[in-house]
C-alpha cells in the first residue's frame, strides 16, 4: 500500500531537517579550519551547529575573512600590471628615504606591509571637510589634461553627485579619458541611469563587483572602501569623503559633518595610481595607458602609500596600526566614526598607556550606525581602565579617518577603527613622515578636541539596562559591523 501523502510530507521534512543539520556542522568545520580569529571560529561553531536555520545562510554569506580571486586575476591576467608594478617598486627606490638604524624600523615594517617604499620630494596639503575637498577635487579634474582616475565607495545621484557628473561629462568631451570605479554596495542606491548617462558620455565606469567569480557570488561582507583620485600621473587625494550631499552637511537629519582628505603631488602619486590600477584591473579586466613618470622635488615631505584588504597575505591594516602603536612614546590620538577594536589593538592601547603614552580617541557623539556605536560602548571599561581618553565629537558628526603619533608620524586615509577596516574592506592610507605636516595634523585635532567631550568613567553603568543589552548583543556582531 502506497505511504499517505501526510507521511511523505514528515519524511521530507525530516530530510530537510537532518540535510540542514548536517550542512551546519560541516560548516561548523569549515569555520574551525578558515576563519581568522579563534573568538570568530567560536562564535560561527556554536551558531552553525545550534542554530543552523539561521546561521547557514549568514555564515556563507558573512563568514568569509579572504577575498577570493583578486590576487589570482591580476597573476594570470594581463601581466602588464605584475611589469608596472615590478618597474615601480624599482624606480621608488631612487627617491626613496634613507632611515637610520635608531628607532625606525617600524618604518621598514610599514614598507613591507605597503610593497612600497616612503618616497621623499612630496608635497601634501590637508583638506579639512566638504568645501576645501571638493573644491580643489573638481579644479584638479577641470584642469585635467591627459587622463582622471576616480575611485569612491559611494556616489550619491544628488546635488553634489550630480555636479561630479558633469564634470566628468565635460573632460569626456574635450578628449580626456575618465575612469570611474564605485563600491556596488557601497553605491547600491545609484540608479542605472547615472552610469549610463556617464557611458554615453565617454567616461569608463565599473562597480567594483566584489560578487564577481563563482566563490565571491553570495559573499556580500567584502566592500570597496577606497576613495582617491589621480589626475594625469601627477597630483592625487585620499580620504574619508565619497560623494554625497551629506558630507557637505546638506542631510538635516545628520547635520555638519567633519572630514579629512590630503591632496600630494610627488613620486608618492604613482603608488595610488597602481592601488587603483589592481582595483580596475578586477573590475574590467583592462589596463589603462597611464603616465608612469615619477614626479620629484615636488615638495619636503616623506611619504607612504599603503593600500590594504581582504586579499592581503598579511592582516596589513591591523599590523600597520598595532606597530604604529608600539613605537609611539609621547602619544598616540586616533580619530574614527567607529570604535570596535579586536583584542589586539585594545591590548596595543593599554599597553602604550602602561608605557606613559598618551592615548586620545575622537569619536563621534551622533553616530550613523546605531549597532556600532552600541558595539563601542562595550570597549570603554577596558579602555578607562588603563587611563585612555575618550573624546566624542559634538558639532556633527565626525567621519575623519586620522592618526597621529608623537611629533613626525601621520596618517590619513579610509581606514576605520574596526574589524571590517582591518580585515574586510579594501583601504588606503597615507602615511606621512614629517614633523612640519605632524604639527598640521596636531592643530587641526586640537580644535576637534575643544568642540568635543570627554566621556567620564563609568559613563556607561549609568545607562539603561536596555541600552546596556544593546551594548552587549551589539559587541557579539563586531565581527562584521
Known sequence: MAPAPIDNYWLLLVLVAGLIHLSGIFSALHAVVRTRTAQGAVAW????????????PLYWVFGRGKFHGYVAARRSGDLKIHHIAADLRRRLHGPQIRFDSGGNDSLAVFER????????????????????????????????????????????????????????????????????????????GLPAEFGAELRAGGVDVRAFSTTRGRVNRFQLNFRNHRKTLIVDGLTAFVGGLNFGDEYLGRDGAVGAWRDTHVHFAGPAVQAVQL???????????????????????????????LPTGPADY???????????????????????????PDEQIL?????????????????PNKADHMLVDRASYA????????????????????????????????????ANLDNRSFRLNFEISLVVWDARFAEQVEAMLLRDFTVSRRVIAGELDEKSLWFRFGVSLSRLLAPIL
Open 275 to 305: 592601488a587603483f590600477v589592481e582595483d580596475w584591473y578586477w573590475a574590467a579586466r583592462d589596463v589603462p595607458e597611464l603616465s608612469w613618470n615619477l614626479q620629484e622635488g615636488k615638495g619636503e615631505m616623506a611619504a607612504l602609500v
Open 379 to 414: 570597549h570603554y571599561p577596558m579602555a578607562e581602565r588603563a587611563g585612555i581618553e575618550i573624546y566624542r565629537y559634538e558639532a556633527g558628526f565626525l567621519h575623519q579617518k586620522v592618526l597621529l603619533i608623537d611629533d613626525e608620524l601621520a596618517s590619513v586615509g579610509t
Open 347 to 363: 591590548a596595543a592601547l593599554q599597553l602604550a598607556r602602561l608605557r606613559g603614552v598618551e592615548v586620545r580617541l575622537l569619536l
Open 314 to 340: 598579511w592582516d596589513s591594516c591591523e599590523l600597520f596600526l598595532i606597530e604604529a602603536v608600539s613605537r609611539a612614546r609621547r602619544r598616540i590620538w586616533i580619530a574614527s566614526p567607529y570604535f570596535v
Open 45 to 56: 561553531t556554536i551558531s552553525l551547529i545550534t542554530f543552523p536555520y539561521l546561521a547557514l
Open 113 to 188: 606591509l605597503a610593497g612600497m617604499p616612503f618616497t621623499a620630494g612630496n608635497r601634501i596639503s590637508l583638506l579639512q571637510d566638504g568645501g576645501a575637498t571638493y573644491g580643489a577635487m573638481f579644479s584638479a579634474i577641470d584642469a585635467a589634461d591627459r587622463y582622471v582616475l576616480l575611485q569612491s565607495y559611494m556616489i550619491r545621484d544628488d546635488d553634489l553627485g550630480r555636479d561630479l557628473k558633469a564634470r566628468l561629462l565635460r573632460k569626456a568631451a574635450d578628449g580626456v579619458a575618465v575612469y570611474l570605479l564605485y563600491d556596488e554596495i557601497g553605491s547600491y
